[in-house]
């Protein structure tokens, strides 16, 4: 047996998130479907976050362990040839013994996209949030400074998560502008479950005046979710990089 | 009668190109359609461009004559009202008198994106062309220099076009790379049909060695259209924008 890590890509919109579950299809379920019509064996894929309904991928690092004696540089175009086109394999690669798509990551890099202005761009309408309410991206710059660092992000969870801790290291985050898209990047240990959207909702709060920056310092020491702003919607949301110590796949 | 001017932007996944034809819904139609609604007036829009089925704008100029008293500022809002939310009017304007979206025209610019490597980008399936044969931008940017100035483009040119001559003049052409994502920018004075298209698969000859970049001065002059490259799929293809000498829209 060998772990077999692939490097995915996924549109998330047509999905009810990465996870398998009973009503809804899923991007694990499209795979572990391609994966048994081309090795013939029935195993589960282990992905490195559990994106919700709606969140999209632009490089999600997945494992599955197999027998199959398929070359890797076959494996993904393989792979594709049985999947729908909104989910591509981009590469594979035999993996350490002990990795881990979650456990083994040093960090992950999420990017929330916010349309900030009168109309909605056509091109952006399934893959940001549109907020036609003036936002001050200024005030949300300054705010973003306090969330880094390591913090107990309660405030910061949405129930349903299993995470033993809510204690995080935040590394870095930035909020841009750019041709009225607003761009919140977060890179993190880890995250908890929602934190990227609740942050975001809070990040919007301040930008539009019902928060002030300072606000969020006090946020954080309540662990109080009720304190923190919106879960932004997951249309927005996308996983941008996951990093591991010990594996990498090389640029394409 | 005033001539209210719109910029639109569009998605053109969904149509059959701008203008209104029997088989098949046009962006032409909805958008009178929706002037009617809210003017009550039954009047054409007159666009800056054919654009083809599948073919998408950023910036899309069009025209009607009204006698309708509403104020521009609220325009753009009521018509998105009436609307599918892959069209957007993005702002409005009343227009000299004498203006037309095309005859008033200086330039336009178009776009057009390749997708250049082994698998697909998901986020870009329905605008941009998956094309997973190595091209030589290197090529593609030595080529580019033969287009630019003014010529007789009958070479680049598909039947059913309504132009009297065949002479314009392009201003720039650029090739750029980035992320596996190729970009070809053209400005001219006016374009004939599928130009855009047939300069952009020729220059894809040019990148995967199936002509020379020198080859483009001759097939300029022989004015054989069987001597360029392929018509180069529509959904690549974006308007990017149009300049007039006497009217212009506020930046947004």
Redesign the interface.
């Known amino acids: 047996m060998k772990n077999i890590v692939l490097r995915l890509?996924?549109?998330g919109k047509a999905y009810h998130g990465f996870q398998r579950q009973k009503n809804g299809v899923t991007i694990q379920e499209k795979i572990e479907d391609a994966i048994f019509e081309i090795t013939g064996e029935r195993t589960p894929l282990i992905g490195c976050s559990r994106t919700d309904a709606g969140v999209?991928a632009?490089s999600y690092v997945a494992m599955f362990a197999s027998d199959s004696e398929i070359p890797m540089v076959q494996l993904?175009?393989a792979l594709?040839s049985a999947l729908p086109?909104?989910?591509?394999?981009?590469q594979s690669k035999i993996g350490p013994e002990d990795f881990h798509p979650i456990f083994s990551a040093l960090e992950k890099t999420y990017e929330y996209t916010i349309i900030n202005?009168?109309?909605?761009?056509?091109?952006l309408?399934d893959?940001a949030w549109f907020y036609p309410i003036p936002l001050s991206v200024e005030r949300m710059q300054k705010a973003s400074g306090y969330f880094i660092g390591e913090h107990d992000f309660a405030a910061f969870m949405a129930a349903g998560g299993t995470a033993k801790t809510s204690v995080r290291h935040v590394k870095n985050l930035s909020v841009t502008e750019e041709d009225?898209a607003i761009k919140i990047r977060i890179t993190a240990n880890g995250f908890l479950y929602n934190m990227v959207r609740i942050i975001t909702g809070t990040l919007v709060y301040v930008g539009n005046g019902k928060l002030e920056p300072e606000d969020i310092k006090g946020i954080i020491l309540s662990k109080d979710r009720r304190r923190a702003g919106m879960t932004a919607p997951p249309e927005g949301l996308m996983l941008v990089s996951t990093v591991y110590p010990d594996f990498t796949f090389e640029e394409?």
Chains 1, 2 share one sequence.
């Open positions: 890509m996924y549109d999209h632009k993904p175009k594709n086109d909104d989910i591509r394999v981009m202005r009168r109309y909605n761009n056509v091109f309408r893959y009225g394409i």
